[in-house]
């Protein structure tokens, strides 16, 4: 049995109808937002392999290396918390986008 068999378009609330629109409006918003920020951190992130930064093409230094292990600790777990939210909020919005059209598998 689909889940959302059990909401019928017409049985959709007005306060519903209302607020969805905006709702999707604001989600495919910050969802947009954490995209850009997700790239700008993972460009960020010191590379594991040969020390060369993605931006400047500079080696790193010994001082460089090592000043920022905490920096380095924070962007990866900003990595895996953008990348969850921007996952949990697409599905969030696709949820909206069926029960406001009434969609029925």
Same mark, same amino acid.
Do not use: C, W
């Given at each position: 049995? *689909?889940p959302?068999?059990? =909401? *019928? &378009?017409? %049985?959709? $609330? $007005? ?9 999707? /409006?604001?989600? &495919?918003? =910050?969802? !947009?937002?954490? &995209?850009? &920020? +997700?790239v700008?951190?993972?460009? /960020?992130?010191? $590379? ?6 993605? =931006?400047?093409?500079? @080696? %790193?230094?010994?001082?460089?290396? *090592?000043?920022?292990?905490? +920096? %380095?600790?924070? +962007? ?6 953008? !990348?969850?939210? =921007?996952?949990?909020? @697409?599905?969030?919005?696709?949820? @909206?986008?069926?029960?406001? @059209?009434?969609? $029925?598998?």
């Amino acid at each position: 049995m *689909n889940p959302f068999s059990l =909401i *019928n &378009a017409s %049985e959709v $609330s $007005s306060f519903a109808a209302d607020v969805f629109p905006t709702l999707r /409006i604001v989600i &495919a918003i =910050i969802i !947009a937002v954490l &995209a850009l &920020a +997700l790239v700008v951190i993972v460009l /960020i992130q010191p $590379s594991a392999s040969n020390g060369v930064n993605p =931006i400047t093409g500079q @080696t %790193e230094t010994f001082y460089g290396k *090592n000043k920022g292990h905490t +920096l %380095e600790g924070l +962007l990866r777990k900003l990595t895996v918390i953008f !990348a969850i939210t =921007i996952a949990v909020l @697409t599905v969030v919005y696709f949820v @909206t986008v069926m029960i406001y @059209t009434g969609y $029925s598998a």
